[in-house]
C-alpha cells in the first residue's frame, strides 16, 4: 500500500511559524477578515470531509484539527507557567480580543480538574439557525488542547448546549481522562 504521508508537501504540516508574516503579507488589508468568511471555509470544509468520511469521522477529523490549533496557540501565545486563574483572565482576555467568542467559567474543580464553561457570540456557530444538534467539534478538540498544553494532562471535553440546540451559549463540559 502506498504511503500516503510520502507525498505531502511543506505547505500541508501545521506549524505555528507556517501561518506566515501576515503583516508583511497584508500590509493594506490587514490581519482581520468577516466572520462569515472564516464559516465560508470551515463548513465548506466541513461538508467535502462528511461526504467523503461520514459524519462521525468527518467530526472527529475536526476535533482533530481544533485541538492542534488549541495546543499551538497556547504553547506560543499564552504564558503556561502562571497560575490557573492568572491563565484563565489571560485565555479569556486572548479569545475575546482575536474576536473568537466570550468565555465564562462556570465552575472549575482544580482537583479534579473537572470543569463547565461557556463560549458566548462563539465564533464557530453563534446565530446558526436551531437544529437540535450540538455542533462545536472544533471548539471541543480546541478547549481540550488548551487545557492539556497548560496542565500536562489529558482531558475530555464535551459540548452540552450550543446555538445549533436552541441555546444562546455554547456549553462545555470538561473532565481530566
Ligand atoms: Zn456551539
Known sequence: MANVFR???KHSIFSW???GDIAEGRKNLGPEVPVFIYRLL???LLDVLTT???QQDADDLFRKAGYMAGKALTENALDIHK???EFISE???YLKDNKIGVLKIESFDEKGLNFFLTIGE???CSGLKPTNEVVCFYDEGFIQGIMEAYTGKKFMVKEVDCWANGDRVCRFKGCQV
Request: glycine share 10%.
Open 17 to 19: 511559524d507556517g501561518l
Open 83 to 85: 497560575s490557573i486563574d
Open 52 to 54: 467523503k468520511y461520514g
Open 42 to 44: 470551515q463548513y465548506t
Open 7 to 9: 507525498k505531502r508537501t
Open 91 to 93: 485565555l479569556q482576555k
Open 122 to 124: 462563539d465564533l464557530d
